[in-house]
C-alpha cells in the first residue's frame, strides 16, 4: 500500500524577485483552478496534479535519486537507489499508482546512480554503475549494469556487466536511450585511476570533485544490451577532459545528442575550475567532434562545490532541442533554459526559469512536450525544505507559464534528496507529466520516494 501525503489546496504567489507566476500546492486529483480569456467568456481550465504518493513504500533505509520513463500506453517506470541496491516500480495508468518496489537483479550490493529508457517494442532498461570491490583497493572495477525487461517491468531477465579493461578505474553517472530501430546507447563517467579522483563532500547533499581524470565516455549495443562496443571518449583532452554528467538523446534520424558538464584540468595536477555545459552530436555515436559547444557562457559558472547532476537535454515533438541547468553567482543559483531550432548548430539566449533568490541548489531538468513546448522542473531545497516545481515554456513566444508547486509536503534540508528527479511526458492526452523525486518528510530522516501526475492547460 502507499502512503498519501496530503496538501494545501490554495494557489499562492511566488516570492522572489521578477516572479510573475503562482505557486499552487499539490492537492487533490481535480483542481478546480480555471481562468477566463480577456474579452470572451470561454474558460480555460487551470492545472490538476494528484496528490504526491510514496512509491517506495517497503524499501528499508534510504531511497535518493530517482529516474523514470514513460511509454505507450500509460506506463510510468520508475529507478532510484534504494531497495538495498536499485529500487524499481511501475505503473499502467500513467503514474496515478504503483506497484509494489522490487530490487533490480544483480544491484544488490554497492551500486548506484540509475538511468531507465524504453525502446519502440516496448523493453525496459534501467542501467546503473556498479563497484566489483572495496573502493580504492588494486583489482577494484567501477562499471555500468544493464539490465532489460521484455514483460513492461514485471520482471528483469537479463543483466549485462560492461566491466573495463583494466581494473582500478573510476566510474560513475550512467546515462542509457535507445534509438528507433533498437539500438541502445549509455554514456558514464570515466578515469582510468580512481586513486587520482578527489572528492568535496557537503553537508546535507553528496559530493563534487576536487580533481581527477573525468572524462565522458559512451558506447552502444546493437543487440539489446547484452553486449557493448568499445569506451569512446567523446570529448577533448583525455584522459583528463574534466567531463561528467552526460545526459543524451537519439533523435529519429539516429543522431546521436550528449551534454555534458566540462570543467577545465590542470593536466599536471588533475585540479578542476569551475565549469561549463557543453553539447556535442555525432551522426553515428561513434565520431564526434574535436570541438564541443560550450552553452551560457556569459550567465555565470558551475562551481566547484556544486554536487547534484547539474544539467539535462530533451526534445519536442517537432525536434527542438531544450537544455536546462543552473548556475552559481553573486545573484544566488539560477536556473537557466536554452532551445534550438537546427539542430543544436545555434541556441537561443538562455531564458532565467527559476524565481527568486539565495544559494540554494536548483536541480533543473526538462522535458519536451508538443512541437515548441517544453516542460521545466526543478528540486529546490529554497525556501521551506525540499520541493519540487513546474512550469511550460513556448518556444514560439519564448514565455514561461505560471510556477507551480507539485509536492504538497516540504522535505528535510539536512537530508539528502539525490543529485536527479525524474520527469516524463505521458502518452495519450497532450499536456500530461509525470514527476518522480527524493525527499525526506515529516521527522524521518530517511528519504523516500513520491510521485505526482500533471494536467497542464495548452502553452501558448
Known amino acids: 500500500m502507499s502512503k498519501i501525503a496530503g496538501a494545501d489546496m490554495r494557489p499562492r504567489p511566488v516570492g522572489g524577485a521578477g516572479s510573475r507566476g503562482w505557486r499552487v500546492a499539490a492537492a487533490g486529483v481535480a483542481l478546480a483552478a480555471a481562468a477566463v480569456v480577456a474579452g470572451c467568456s470561454q474558460a480555460v481550465p487551470g492545472p490538476r496534479m494528484t496528490r504526491m504518493t510514496e512509491i517506495s513504500s517497503g524499501c528499508g533505509g534510504r531511497n535518493a535519486e530517482v529516474e523514470e520513463a514513460s511509454s505507450a500506453p500509460d506506463y510510468v517506470y520508475a529507478a532510484w537507489i534504494g531497495c538495498n541496491g536499485i529500487g524499481f516500480a511501475r505503473s499502467t495508468d500513467g503514474g496515478l499508482?504503483?506497484?509494489?518496489?522490487?530490487?533490480?537483479?544483480?544491484?544488490?550490493?554497492?551500486?548506484?546512480?540509475?538511468?531507465?529508457?524504453?525502446?519502440?517494442?516496448?523493453?525496459?532498461?534501467?542501467?546503473?554503475?556498479?563497484?566489483?570491490?572495496?573502493?580504492?583497493?588494486?583489482?577494484?572495477?567501477?562499471?555500468?549494469?544493464?539490465?532489460?525487461?521484455?514483460?513492461?517491468?514485471?520482471?528483469?531477465?537479463?543483466?549485462?556487466?560492461?566491466?573495463?579493461?583494466?581494473?582500478?578505474?573510476?566510474?560513475?553517472?550512467?546515462?542509457?536511450?535507445?534509438?528507433?530501430?533498437?539500438?541502445?546507447?549509455?554514456?558514464?563517467?570515466?578515469?582510468?585511476?580512481?586513486?587520482?579522483?578527489?572528492?568535496?563532500?557537503?553537508?546535507?547533499?553528496?559530493?563534487?570533485?576536487?580533481?581527477?581524470?573525468?572524462?565522458?565516455?559512451?558506447?552502444?549495443?546493437?543487440?539489446?544490451?547484452?553486449?557493448?562496443?568499445?569506451?569512446?571518449?567523446?570529448?577533448?583532452?583525455?584522459?583528463?577532459?574534466?567531463?561528467?554528467?552526460?545526459?543524451?538523446?537519439?533523435?529519429?534520424?539516429?543522431?546521436?545528442?550528449?551534454?555534458?558538464?566540462?570543467?577545465?584540468?590542470?593536466?599536471?595536477?588533475?585540479?578542476?575550475?569551475?565549469?561549463?555545459?557543453?553539447?556535442?552530436?555525432?551522426?553515428?555515436?561513434?565520431?564526434?567532434?574535436?570541438?564541443?559547444?560550450?552553452?551560457?557562457?556569459?550567465?555565470?559558472?558551475?562551481?566547484?562545490?556544486?554536487?547534484?547532476?547539474?544539467?539535462?537535454?530533451?526534445?519536442?515533438?517537432?525536434?527542438?532541442?531544450?537544455?536546462?541547468?543552473?548556475?552559481?553567482?553573486?545573484?544566488?543559483?539560477?536556473?537557466?533554459?536554452?532551445?534550438?531550432?537546427?539542430?543544436?548548430?545555434?541556441?537561443?539566449?538562455?531564458?532565467?526559469?527559476?524565481?527568486?533568490?539565495?544559494?540554494?541548489?536548483?536541480?533543473?531538468?526538462v522535458a519536451g512536450g508538443p512541437a515548441g513546448v517544453a516542460y521545466v522542473a526543478w528540486l529546490t531545497s529554497a525556501p521551506h525544505g525540499w520541493a519540487i516545481y513546474l512550469r511550460t515554456f513556448s518556444a514560439k513566444s519564448r514565455s514561461l507559464g505560471p510556477v507551480l508547486q507539485v509536492s504538497g509536503r516540504y522535505g528535510n534540508t539536512s537530508t539528502w534528496p539525490g543529485d536527479t528527479f525524474g520527469i516524463s511526458v505521458l502518452p495519450g492526452p497532450p499536456n500530461r507529466i509525470s514527476l518522480t523525486w527524493g525527499s525526506a518528510i515529516g521527522p524521518s530522516r530517511n528519504p523516500e520516494i513520491y510521485a505526482a501526475q500533471v494536467t497542464l492547460p495548452p502553452a501558448k
Open 97 to 365: 499508482r504503483f506497484g509494489r518496489p522490487m530490487t533490480v537483479p544483480g544491484s544488490p550490493g554497492p551500486s548506484w546512480d540509475p538511468a531507465i529508457a524504453t525502446a519502440p517494442d516496448g523493453t525496459v532498461y534501467v542501467a546503473y554503475m556498479h563497484r566489483s570491490g572495496p573502493f580504492g583497493r588494486p583489482g577494484t572495477s567501477m562499471y555500468p549494469v544493464v539490465a532489460a525487461s521484455v514483460d513492461h517491468g514485471v520482471s528483469f531477465r537479463r543483466v549485462s556487466r560492461d566491466r573495463p579493461a583494466a581494473s582500478g578505474n573510476w566510474g560513475d553517472r550512467v546515462f542509457i536511450a535507445v534509438s528507433k530501430t533498437g539500438t541502445v546507447y549509455m554514456t558514464w563517467d570515466y578515469g582510468p585511476s580512481a586513486a587520482e579522483v578527489k572528492l568535496r563532500c557537503g553537508r546535507g547533499g553528496s559530493c563534487a570533485f576536487a580533481k581527477g581524470d573525468l572524462n565522458v565516455v559512451i558506447q552502444k549495443s546493437a543487440d539489446g544490451g547484452r553486449t557493448w562496443g568499445p569506451v569512446t571518449h567523446l570529448e577533448p583532452g583525455f584522459p583528463a577532459g574534466g567531463g561528467y554528467g552526460a545526459p543524451l538523446l537519439v533523435r529519429p534520424d539516429g543522431r546521436v545528442d550528449v551534454l555534458y558538464i566540462g570543467h577545465p584540468t590542470d593536466p599536471r595536477t588533475l585540479a578542476v575550475r569551475p565549469g561549463y555545459e557543453f553539447f556535442t552530436t555525432s551522426r553515428d555515436g561513434v565520431t564526434w567532434p574535436a570541438h564541443p559547444l560550450k552553452l551560457g557562457p556569459g550567465t555565470g559558472t558551475l562551481s566547484l562545490s556544486e554536487w547534484w547532476i547539474d544539467g539535462d537535454l530533451a526534445a519536442d515533438a517537432g525536434g527542438n532541442l531544450y537544455v536546462t541547468w543552473d548556475t552559481q553567482t553573486a545573484s544566488g543559483d539560477i536556473g537557466w533554459l536554452t532551445s534550438s531550432r537546427d539542430g543544436g548548430r545555434t541556441w537561443s539566449r538562455p531564458v532565467r526559469v527559476t524565481p527568486g533568490t539565495g544559494s540554494a541548489p536548483h536541480i533543473v531538468q
